[in-house]
């Protein structure tokens, strides 16, 4: 990265966060710092809720994820539109009508106490650990790739967050979202922009596309039933459908960002944005990293993107025969890149049969490359057995930093950071609210002003977002908990969704049965989790499903609620 | 003193909108939520077998 690079990416950071803690200093209100400013309109919820699920990791992994498998991870988000639909009809009216802070506070009125913490409870758990991975995770790809401290980089991006989501709460959050959106679609577009102008000349679109296509990485839509097929059109409706409702519609990190606003108006729309926008959002991104596979189709890629690991493993082990799989690679490479020269010739001329036999030694050929890559993975599992193999993270940054101009490298760098920026400071602000509201104003028995929350709220923020920097740093001597956590989302979810669903349209469930229901399922989704392989997808109906039907049944068996409870509110 | 089901409609007035205004969407085209639910439903239909389309024609 050059100075220019750095005054881009430094400069529009730091700049957002100074606006942010700006514009929203003194505020006091709560209603103000945890739900926003109400005058807000749809587009900024809309905004806010895109820019909060949008991570870093979605414009490091997407990319790779594109280049690797291809398109069939969109499918992920077909149940989203119908999720967000489910949510502005049943969720939002029903949370704006309480006037909550929380979901979990809903929980407390349709229940008791207890159902209530048990939800805020997994979700502190579930987002807390989660909290030091969402820095940790582009911090360590940045540092590997760029050369930067790592445990700098940490401190850089977990600060700065933490400075302008304490001091302005829910309302800095969406102000400072906008023009961290705004750095994302600048960049994603002039890495789209720069991509297809280094393609070779006479390769366009299409071309680039049928390339893409014939080695498979277009696939985007796979109608298959096979249950352990991760990306299927049905998982993403069915259990992408549960994940997002869950997801949401009770995920305090979501419904923060639309619970406030104008007008329930407002975050319908908000809501209904997203609906529409996600899924070309997302197939774009994927799109971007096929484009990237076929832009390495004609430059040489290295054997292994994730160079510093690489290079680090060579040294450390058979040097040779490092350079050997790097020569082999690039040979490989080489013819294959002629068979795609011959193909492409074939194409033109217009000749079916010559076509035909041309893109199977395309085919043929690309399988042997990545045969190759598959020997250089094994070979430096042999130097290193702690190394990590799979280097999809490092395929868009290494192409950035590589074939971008100075300038655009700043600004897609900043991208990162704005995407880690934006999902972190509305999970902060989550964590401090709802250990404010659900369990510290709970459970705080002497009367108090609104400005102690506030002030409450603030120092939660900061206790979770030092947290999460704390985490994050010690984070590199325990990778295996990593996985755990990213995992803890995928059980924890569906259980937490049954708790909600009960709540909105089982009225006669009462608070014991749900919690105990809610228990069992979790349990059971647990120990079905490491007895199934199944796509993590199912996970999320099967918990929801467990709860709503254990609910019943436990329920039956309690007997029917008191007239106490047909009152509704607790 | 009766509590209020849950989901009876609000008309707390310090919330501000009077009773029924939220169904009132503003948007030209789509005077109910139904219509505003169906056209992003339709959306989501289009980008399916957009999607299907192109992974067939390019495949």
Known sequence: MSLLDYLVVIGTMVGIAVFGVWRTRGIHNPSTYFKGDRTMGWGTIGISVMATQASAI????IPGQGYESGLGFVQNYFGLPLA???IAVAFLPIYRRLGVYTSYEYLGRRFDGKTRLLGAGLFLLQRGLAAGVTIYAPAIILSAVLGWRLDLTILFTGLLVIVYTVTGGSEAVSLTQRYQMAVIFAGMVTAFVVLLIKLPAGLGFTDAAALAGSLGKLEAVDFS???????????GMLGGLFLSLSY??????????YIGGASLREGRLGLMFNAVFKIPMQFSILLLGALVFVFYQFEKPPVFFNQATWQAAA??????????????????????QEKIDAWMQAKRAGDPAVEATARASVLEW???SEAVRGEARALLVAADPDAKTKDSDYIFITFVLNYLPHGAIGLLVAVIFAAALSSKASELNALGTTTAVDFYRHLHKTPVDDAHYVRAAKWFTAMWGLFAIGFALFARFMENLIEAINILGSIFYGVVLGLFLVALFLKRIGGTAVFIAALVAQALVVVLYFSLTISYLWYNLIGCAACVGLSLLLQWVLGSRSPAREAGLS | ?????LDAPNDNPADGVPPGDDEVTGLPGFRTWRRVYLFVFGCFVLAV?????FSRHFA
């Open chain 1, 225 to 235: 039933f096979d249950p352990d097929r991760r990306y299927t059109i049905w998982s």
């Open chain 1, 366 to 368: 690309h399988r042997r």
């Open chain 1, 315 to 336: 040294q450390s082990g058979d040097a040779a025969a490092f350079r050997a799989v790097e020569e082999k690679f690039a040979a490989t490479h080489g013819e294959k």
């Open chain 1, 58 to 61: 979605t414009f490091l992994s």
């Open chain 2, 1 to 5: 003193m009766k509590r209020a089901p």
């Open chain 1, 248 to 257: 949401f519609g009770t995920d305090q990190s979501q419904v923060q960002r």
């Open chain 2, 49 to 53: 077998v957009f999607l299907a389309l």
């Open chain 1, 84 to 86: 967000l639909i489910i």
